[in-house]
């Protein structure tokens, strides 16, 4: 089958944001739609692990939580440690009275990704692989407001809305001309050693004994180090027969740059220095000494912080472009917040569609699109604070005299204890203060 000429709503990019907006437009009604991919099914990988109870929320009114549900874990806890004692724990379950979803859901990228692909296959959806776009051109020979959107395949598609969910290097958004910078103007700032993340998913010689298992994901920093560590829900494990780890930790800076696949060997040595002593190989700081034995997965990510300084645009006689997901925003992976944020993205986008497509002159009604783009920018730049906050806490031992820091951490160990600070903690990482 080749791919149709001409569609209402053409989504570039079929990530969870793509396939988010896929599913959205279809409940609102909108059926004209086309969804294609630069890649073959199965090329991405695992990378965002965490799902905040906003974005579940948004998941759910489009009839897509479900099956995700059934192989997540439902974390409540996360747990904060110095490397030396606990400092908090942000507890989700004191968010029910806000959420019918009181937890994080732990599941990766892949099963979320295969989730919404099952669900477009049921309503008939499929998405158009491999067709990379590579140009946006006002139509010039339609009566209409359209895009002549051009592949590297030689095909050619006529569409009136693109939405670019084409990820960090978006050829939609470059094609629009919108510029993509930190909102703060800090393009080049130094992140030490959380410039940057290495991440695998890994089985270890024996699992680790934490000193806090109650807690679904454990973050540690100390000396201006981070580690995270989670175990993989077993219906989403890449190997039944043994517990599987997903742990993402800093890379010193005087490493120079991380591996494009991180070794069992790289990740424990990154473990044994910038971990918590129970991930540690070294039987002189950890009782029960573990090794990373085996990598499933592995990979390397660079802190940066980037938001479009438009969402919407449209040039004269073309369609109208819409930015959603890593298109639209990017920053670190703390807090796992960015793929949840841009799921938002794009099921907040149907409903805005839907009303554009309904109103009698199109062009006019532009306002709603600016509105929407106005109101999903401020949360990203949000967001964007959001992570630069806890990029600094983490990195403080390298700017904050050491008794001032201590002393900072002591009060914070106390506020801990409190129960409105875990609820103000998860409700912060929840997503739903920003819905
Ligand atoms: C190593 C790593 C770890 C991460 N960890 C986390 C985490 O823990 N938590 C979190 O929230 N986020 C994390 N992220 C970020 C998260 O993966 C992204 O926020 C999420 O994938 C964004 O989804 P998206 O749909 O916007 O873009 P993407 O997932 O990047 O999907 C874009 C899609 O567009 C396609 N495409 C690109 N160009 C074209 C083109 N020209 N034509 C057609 N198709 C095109 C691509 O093939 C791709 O399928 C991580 C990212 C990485 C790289």
Redesign the pocket.
């Known amino acids: 089958m080749s791919l149709p000429q001409r569609t209402t709503v053409l989504i ?7 396939l988010a907006a896929a599913l959205s437009l279809n409940h609102q009604g909108i059926h004209d739609i086309l969804i ?4 073959l099914a199965g090329e ?1 990988s695992s ?4 799902i905040q109870a906003a974005t579940l929320e948004a998941l759910n009114t489009v009839g897509c939580l479900d099956k995700l549900l059934s192989v997540g874990n439902k974390v409540e806890k996360l747990g904060l440690h110095d490397g030396s004692s606990y400092l908090l724990s942000s507890d989700f379950s004191l968010l029910s009275p806000y959420t019918k979803f009181p937890f994080a859901l732990c599941i990766p ?1 892949t099963e979320t990704e295969a989730g919404m692909l099952e669900k477009l296959d049921q309503l008939s959806i499929k998405v158009w692989r491999p ?3 590579v140009s946006l051109k006002p139509a010039q020979d339609a009566e209409e407001q359209l895009f002549d959107v051009q592949f590297e395949s030689g095909d050619t598609v006529k569409a009136k809305y693109v939405i670019g ?4 290097h978006s ?1 939609v958004r470059s094609e629009a001309k919108i510029a993509f910078s930190d909102p703060n103007g800090d393009d080049d700032h130094d992140y030490g050693n959380l410039s940057q993340l290495a ?1 695998g998913d890994v089985a270890f010689t024996s699992p680790p004994q934490l000193d806090t298992p109650g807690d679904g994901v454990s973050l540690t920093f100390s000396d201006g180090d981070f580690t995270l560590f989670t175990p993989f829900p077993a219906d989403a494990s890449p190997d039944k027969t043994r517990n599987v780890y997903r742990i993402v930790s800093s890379v010193p800076a005087k490493d120079g740059t991380a591996p494009h696949a991180p070794s069992a060997e790289y990740l424990q040595s990154l473990l044994d220095r910038c971990g918590p002593p129970s991930l540690s190989s070294d039987p002189a700081v950890n009782p029960h000494p573990t090794r990373v034995e085996k990598v499933y997965w592995s ?1 390397r ?1 660079r802190t940066r912080s980037a938001v479009a300084v438009r969402y919407f645009a449209r040039e004269p006689n073309g369609g109208a472009v819409l930015l ?4 639209a925003h990017i920053h670190s ?1 703390l807090g ?5 944020l ?1 799921i938002r993205d794009a099921i907040s986008l149907g409903p805005v569609l839907k009303a554009h497509i309904d109103s009698a002159n199109g062009v006019a009604s532009d306002a709603l699109f600016e509105e929407w783009a106005a109101s999903r920018r401020k949360r990203a730049v949000s967001v964007v604070a959001l992570t630069k906050e806890t990029l600094g806490i983490i990195t403080a031992p390298r700017r904050v005299w050491s008794p001032l820091l201590k002393l900072g951490f002591a009060v914070l160990r106390m506020l801990g204890t409190f129960k409105f600070v875990k609820r103000m903690v998860a409700y912060r990482l929840s997503g739903l203060a920003e819905i």
């Open positions: 570039v990019g079929s990530g969870p944001c793509g294609v991919d630069a890649v991405n990378r965002a692990m965490v990228q067709y990379k776009v969910a084409d990820g960090a050829v991440l990979s990510y959603i997901g890593d298109a992976p796992g917040q960015g793929m949840s841009g």
